[in-house]
């Protein structure tokens, strides 16, 4: 489980690699803090995600 630390949050990318350098099926293994609002707006994300993908009349396209 991630917490929220503001001394650890930083605004630069740097260590984080590309997504164009990245091979399929090599792990990552980052870990990056989130903020509580960053935590929540994630799980709504997925929890809509997930909602839609069990809803029969959704067209996807």
């Known amino acids: 489980m991630a917490s929220f630390r503001s001394e650890l949050e930083k605004s630069d990318n740097e260590g984080i690699p590309s ?9 990552v293994g980052a870990v990056l803090p989130m903020s509580e609002h960053a935590q929540v707006a994630l799980r709504e ?13 959704v067209t996807w396209s």
């Not at 997504?19 to 792990?27: I, M, Q, T, V």
């Not at 994300?45 to 009349?57: K, M, S």
């Open 45 to 57: 994300g997925i929890e809509l995600i997930d909602f839609l993908l069990n809803q029969d009349h």
């Open 19 to 27: 997504l164009d350098s990245l091979e399929a099926g090599k792990p």
